[in-house]
């Protein structure tokens, strides 16, 4: 059985790939377009992501953008910035994986995307995590 | 009964101010010195903390240090930089309290300090939250 806030005992289906659909990504998008992000989020999806893809407004790194987070049960949740809707979309679905496939979140250096060494903007550990971890 | 991997259920304990202990702050602090993150961490336990005051190693913010990160069940995760050990706890203690006060982590914008304001890094929305959220 799993729990109903954390998804914690369904780690398998629990990882998600948040994306931030308001981002303008520098653009000077109007309101009623459809956003850099959101394109980004849609590009995901249509290219069939392994992990849940689910949009969100704002992730609060609105001067990095495009913003995504990935995170999971008992996983480090990572957010990576300057992302771009059409050229990251493969790299991120290997990122995804790379991160589902681990147990706690932490890919390991010379496995991760480059883009995930250069454009990690904070990364927040698990609940289950008490104290300290290694890097 | 809560859940053991996200403290569901146990909300009003589950608020959490993770500080990274490593955080140099741009100083050039030897590895075996206490480095500013860690004299934080201390200040902030020192001075009683409503919440709990948890010390990581790396939010990986190393460029905009020292970092924090407040999370809780059900809420917002919020990531801020720019933070001083000594000038910022009294502020970090009010926003942690403030942030404690509410249901979902979104303290009102007015009711922000300053330096939440300027200084938010990202945020990450609470696993409940499977689709858009309102900014």
Redesign the interface.
């Known amino acids: 059985m799993g ?7 369904n780690a398998e289906d629990a990882v998600e790939l ?1 994306v931030c ?2 981002c303008r990504r520098g653009t000077d998008a109007p309101d009623d377009a459809r956003r850099p992000g959101q394109a980004l989020h849609d590009n995901l999806r249509a290219a069939g992501a392994s992990v849940a893809v ?8 609105c001067e990095g953008g495009c ?1 995504v ?1 990935l ?1 999971g ?2 996983r480090w ?3 990576y910035g300057a992302l771009h809707e059409d050229r990251d979309v493969a790299m991120l679905l290997e990122g995804a994986a790379l991160y589902a496939a681990t147990a706690d979140g932490l890919i390991p250096w010379r496995a991760r995307p480059d883009h995930f060494k250069r454009n ?16």
């Open positions: 729990c109903d806030m954390c998804d914690a005992g948040l659909v308001k689910t949009g969100v407004e704002c992730l609060q790194n913003t987070a995170r049960a008992g949740t990572y957010v990690c903007i904070a990364r927040v550990p698990p609940p289950t995590l008490k104290e300290k971890a290694d890097v």
